[in-house]
C-alpha cells in the first residue's frame, strides 16, 4: 500500500556540505505492516518520514499510497491519508484551544476542512468515549487548554489526534524519546493499542533498540541514506539488541554509532 522506489535526497547537493540524506530507498509496506525504523546517526531516518509525508520531495524516485503517485503531493494535501507524531510533545497540538477543539481540528482535518464549527453534544460524547480508551482521564478535561497538559498526555492527546481518523499511514518519529521512562511505556502501550486497534499501517522510527524489536512486525535498519537490514517478522522473533549491533557490524564492517541509541531497557 506504500511503495517507494529508488528514493534519493540530497541536501547542498555540489557545495563541500553536501549530504546525500537518503541513496536509493526501495520500499514496499503491505496494509497494516508495523515496521520500526533504527539506524546511525544522519542515517536518514527523518528525511524519510519528510519524504513519505511530502514535506520534503526526492531528488529522484516515487511515492505511491494504494498505488497512487504522490511524490509531489504536498504535505498538507497528504494530511488526509497521513497520520504523523513527534519527538516534541509540542508538536503535534494546538496549546491554546482545548482538548475537544483539538480533537475537532484533526477531524477537520481530514475532511478538508480547516475547523468543524462547533462541537455539539453527540461529537462531545464520542470524544469522550474516544478518550476514554486510552484511560489517563482526560474524557472529564474536553474544555481544558492542551497548553495545560503534561508532556505525556500531550503525546498520549497527539497519537490520539494522529489515529482516530484512521490514516492510511502512521508516521512515528521517536514519539517516546522525550519522555520519562514510565510516560515513554505508557505512550508505548497506547500506540500498540491504537495501531491494533484500528489497523494501521505504521511507519515508527525509535533509538531504543529493545523498542524496536519489541513493537511491530518489521525491522528497518538504515546506514548512510539506505536500508541496510530488512527483518521479517519471523526473523524479528528471535533477535536481540546485540544482534543487531553485530549484523550493523557485518554489514557495514563498522561500529554501529548513534549517540542517542539505548542498546538495552
Ligand atoms: N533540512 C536539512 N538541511 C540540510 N541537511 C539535512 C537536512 N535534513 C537532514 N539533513 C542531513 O541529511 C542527513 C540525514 O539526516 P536525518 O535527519 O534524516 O537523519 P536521522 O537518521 O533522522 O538522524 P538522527 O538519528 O541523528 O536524528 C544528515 O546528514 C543530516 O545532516
Redesign the pocket.
Known amino acids: 500500500m506504500l511503495q517507494l522506489n529508488q528514493i534519493e535526497k540530497v ?2 547537493e555540489g557545495t563541500p556540505d553536501e ?1 546525500k ?1 537518503l541513496q536509493g530507498v526501495d520500499l514496499t509496506l503491505k496494509e497494516g505492516d508495523f515496521v520500526t525504523v533504527i ?1 546511525s ?8 518520514l519528510n519524504i513519505i509525508a511530502g514535506v520534503l520531495f526526492p531528488d529522484f524516485g516515487a511515492v505511491s499510497i494504494d498505488n497512487k503517485e504522490v511524490t509531489f503531493i504536498p504535505e498538507q494535501k497528504r494530511s488526509k491519508w497521513i497520520g504523523r507524531v513527534f519527538q516534541d510533545p509540542m508538536a503535534g497540538t494546538a496549546p491554546n484551544m482545548t482538548i475537544e477543539e483539538n480533537l475537532g481540528l484533526a477531524l477537520g482535518r481530514t475532511k478538508n476542512r480547516s475547523i468543524l464549527r462547533g462541537v455539539n453534544a453527540k461529537r462531545r460524547e464520542e470524544f469522550q468515549e474516544l478518550l476514554s480508551s486510552i484511560d489517563i482521564g482526560l474524557e472529564d478535561r474536553l474544555n481544558t487548554k492542551v497548553g495545560l497538559l503534561s508532556g505525556g498526555e500531550r503525546q498520549a492527546l497527539s497519537l490520539l489526534m494522529a489515529t482516530f481518523t484512521k490514516p492510511r499511514i502512521l508516521l512515528l518519529d521517536e514519539h517516546t524519546a522525550a519522555l520519562d521512562p514510565a510516560r515513554q511505556e505508557l505512550i508505548t502501550n497506547i500506540t500498540k493499542e491504537l495501531v491494533k486497534k484500528h489497523q494501521l499501517t505504521t511507519l515508527m ?1 525509535t ?1 531504543q533498540m529493545d523498542q524496536a524489536i519489541e513493537l511491530g512486525n518489521r525491522l528497518f535498519m ?1 546506514d548512510e ?1 539506505q536500508i541496510i537490514f530488512d527483518a521479517d517478522e519471523e526473523q524479528k522473533a528471535g533477535l536481540t539488541v546485540e544482534d543487531l549491533i553485530q549484523e550493523f557490524q557485518k554489514i557495514r564492517g563498522k561500529k554501529f554509532d ?1 549517540d ?1 541509541a539505548v542498546l538495552s531497557s
Open positions: 541536501f547542498y549530504r540524506a539506524g546517526n544522519g542515517a536518514g531516518k527523518s528525511t524519510l522510527v533509538h538504515m541514506g548513534n542517542r
